[in-house]
């Protein structure tokens, strides 16, 4: 049973426009919220992070917007470059020690490409 | 620092042969994670750790088993390998004990096995 939605499974944006990737949970127990983006042949490094007790966290062109109601949160890049290409994964654990043991679990993920 | 590490970074197999696959860490942290990705599945969790001498099942443990000797080495293993175990396996490790950055995840540069 997935337990969070990643959409869309592949996005084409121009350079410099904005990037949106959405994903739904179903477990209101979760409590951290992360995105980690990857390079092809690399492994997945955390890029953004959220607790549900703001709406919103912005990192540099990066912003997690969180709808605790919708059980719901997206990743926006701004001005998004070729750089930016790559696969993302949003991720939703416990952070508190309630027996998780802090496991993820990720979305399928969505294949980004920037165009110049 | 050299982060995680994983050894071998490719490997083919023939259908019943076994393999260890190992990951390191050299950051002091207490939890370690198997995963293994495919296309369109995003990451899946095989087997993790929260301690030395401790292992426990992840969403896909079968066919895999796993060992946590030292605190910085978790071992991989197939015993009898199968097609279906062609993927791309990721080791991670988080938590440590000191400090703040309880949850972020550090993963490793990925091994890719093929099972013919």
């Known amino acids: 049973q997935q337990q969070v939605k990643q959409s869309p499974q592949s996005l084409i944006v121009q350079k410099g426009g904005i990037s949106i990737i959405n994903c739904a949970y179903e477990n209101t127990a979760f409590d951290y919220f992360p995105w980690y983006q990857q390079f092809p042949g690399k492994g997945p490094a955390l890029l953004i992070a959220i607790r549900p007790d703001v709406s919103e966290k912005k990192e540099g062109r990066f912003t997690i917007s969180f709808n605790k109601s919708a059980k719901q949160f997206s990743l926006h890049i701004m001005d998004s470059q070729p750089g930016d290409s790559a696969t993302y994964f949003c991720?939703?654990?416990?952070?508190?020690?309630?027996?998780?043991?802090?496991?993820?679990?990720f979305g399928k993920g969505t294949l980004l490409t920037v165009n110049p | 620092n050299a982060g995680v590490t994983q050894t071998p970074k490719f490997r083919v197999l023939k259908t019943g042969q076994s393999m260890t696959l190992l990951c390191a860490q050299d950051?002091?942290?207490?939890?370690m994670y198997w995963y293994r990705q495919d296309p369109g599945m995003g990451l899946r969790l095989i087997h993790y750790?929260?301690?030395?001498?401790?292992?426990a099942k992840g969403e896909v443990p079968d066919g895999y088993n796993v060992s946590r000797l030292k605190k910085q080495n978790f071992l991989l293993g197939l015993e009898s390998a199968a097609p279906s175990q062609t993927s791309v396996y990721f080791c991670?490790?988080?938590?440590?004990?000191?400090?703040?950055?309880?949850?972020?995840?550090?993963f490793g540069p990925g091994t890719r096995l093929t099972v013919l």
């Open positions: 991720a939703a654990s416990f952070s508190e020690w309630s027996g998780s043991n802090y496991k993820l679990t």
């Open positions: 991670a490790s988080s938590y440590p004990l000191t400090g703040r950055d309880t949850d972020t995840q550090y």
């Open positions: 950051m002091n942290h207490e939890y």
């Open positions: 750790s929260v301690g030395e001498g401790t292992t």
